[in-house]
C-alpha cells in the first residue's frame, strides 16, 4: 500500500539551545522510535506534516518517513505514525513531534474519533445527550484505519445507554474497551410538574 | 463567590507571573473554550460575572465547566493609614493566570451562542482572551 511520503532529515544536536535554533530556522525536531527500531533524532517541516495530516485521518495517519542524512548522503525509509505533539499554547505552532514506527503487517492501536449521526428521539423531546467517549481506542493494521466511527443516533430514546458492544464497525477492527462500556448516554426527559398556586389570602406578614 | 475552604497560611507575597500555562491548556471536557491570552489576576467576583454572563446563554440546554480558581489572598491596607504596621487584611481572592490558560468551557450549544458568550463573559474579566475549539496542532 502506498503511504503519503513526509521529507525529514537525521539531526545529531540535542537539547533546548539546539532546538530552539532548530524551530528559529523554520524546522521541527522529532524523534522516531519503536519496537524493534533504533531511536533516531530528525527534524521536519512543520508545513509538510501539517499538510500531509490534513487528510480524512487527519492525526492517524500513517507517514513514509524518508529520513536524509546531511553528512552521508544516505537515504532510509520509515513507516511512521504520530505518537504524540507538543505545540505552543498560545501561538499554537508545533514544537515537538513523537513518530511511532509501525509495520505494515503489525495491528496498531490508535484512538478513532466518534461521531454522532442526526438528532435522537429523546433529544428532540427534550433529553441531552451526553458523548461519554469522544474517541476510542481501536486496534487495526495501518492500512485498515478508520476516520471516524459514526453512530446513527436517529432511532434512539431517552434513557438510552448506548455501548461498544453496538458499535458499527469493519471487519478488522477490535475496539480496546470493554464490551459493556458506555459510548454516549442521552438523559431521560423530565416533565416538570408545575405546583398550583394557593390563594393568598392565607398568607400572614412577618415581621 | 468561590474561595477556598482552608489555607495554611492567611496572607502570601505577591510574586511574578512567568512563562506560559503548558497544562489546562486545551478544551478538555467540553466542545468550546475560552483561552487566556495574557498573564494577570482574576478576582472571585470577575470569576462569578463572567459565569453568570456564560450561564444566561448556555441555559438548560448546554453544560459549561469552570477551569480555574482563586487560590491566591490578596491583602489590601485600610484606608487613610499610616506606612507600616505590618500587611494589611485578606481582602480578596484571585487566580493567577499565564497565556495560555483555558479559563471556562461550554458543551450542548451551537458554535455561535458559544462564540456569543464567551465574548461577552471576556468583558468581565481584566485579560484578553480567545475563541478555542476542541482539537490540538495537528
Redesign the interface.
Known amino acids: 500500500m502506498e503511504f503519503i511520503k513526509l521529507e525529514a532529515l537525521a539531526r545529531e544536536s540535542k537539547g533546548k539551545s539546539a532546538a530552539r535554533r532548530m524551530r528559529k530556522a523554520g524546522r521541527v525536531p522529532a524523534v522516531v522510535y519503536g519496537k524493534d527500531t533504533d531511536t533516531r533524532k530528525i527534524s521536519v517541516d512543520p508545513e509538510a506534516?501539517?499538510k500531509a495530516?490534513a487528510g480524512p485521518l487527519?492525526?492517524n495517519t500513517p507517514l513514509d518517513v524518508v529520513i536524509s542524512d546531511v553528512n552521508s548522503e544516505k537515504k532510509e525509509d520509515a513507516l511512521v505514525i504520530?505518537k504524540d505533539?507538543h505545540?505552543?499554547?498560545?501561538t499554537?505552532?508545533?514544537l515537538h513531534v513523537d513518530f511511532l514506527s509501525i509495520s505494515e503487517s503489525a495491528p496498531i492501536r490508535v484512538d478513532v474519533p466518534v461521531v454522532k449521526v442526526g438528532r435522537s428521539k429523546g433529544e428532540q423531546l427534550g433529553g441531552?445527550l451526553r458523548m461519554v467517549h469522544?474517541t476510542l481506542p481501536v486496534i487495526c493494521l495501518p492500512k485498515d484505519i478508520p476516520a471516524k466511527i459514526s453512530v446513527d443516533v436517529s432511532a434512539l430514546e431517552g434513557g438510552i445507554t448506548y455501548h461498544v458492544s453496538e458499535l458499527p464497525l469493519a471487519e478488522g477492527l477490535t475496539v480496546a474497551m470493554p464490551p459493556q462500556e458506555a459510548v454516549l448516554t442521552i438523559s431521560p426527559i423530565v416533565i416538570e410538574e408545575v405546583a398550583p398556586e394557593e390563594p393568598a389570602a392565607g398568607k400572614k406578614k412577618k415581621k | 463567590m468561590l474561595s477556598p475552604a482552608k489555607v495554611k497560611y492567611r496572607k502570601q507575597q505577591k510574586g511574578k507571573v512567568r512563562g506560559k500555562s503548558y497544562r489546562g491548556s486545551d478544551v478538555s471536557f467540553g466542545d468550546y473554550g475560552m483561552q487566556a491570552l495574557e498573564s494577570g489576576w482574576i478576582t472571585s467576583r470577575q470569576i462569578e460575572a463572567a459565569r453568570m454572563a456564560i450561564s444566561r446563554h448556555v441555559k438548560k440546554t448546554g453544560k459549561m465547566w469552570i477551569r480555574f480558581f482563586p487560590h491566591k489572598p490578596v491583602t489590601k491596607t485600610a484606608a487613610e493609614t499610616r506606612m507600616g504596621k505590618g500587611k494589611g487584611s485578606p481582602e480578596e481572592w484571585v487566580a493567577v493566570i499565564r497565556p495560555g490558560r483555558v479559563l471556562y468551557e461550554i458543551s450542548g450549544v451551537s458554535e455561535a451562542d458559544a462564540q456569543k458568550a464567551f465574548r461577552t463573559a471576556s468583558h468581565k474579566l481584566g485579560i484578553a482572551t480567545r475563541f478555542l475549539k476542541r482539537g490540538g496542532a495537528l
Open positions: 506534516l501539517i495530516l487527519r492525526v504520530v505533539h505545540y505552543d499554547p498560545v499554537r505552532e508545533l441531552i469522544r
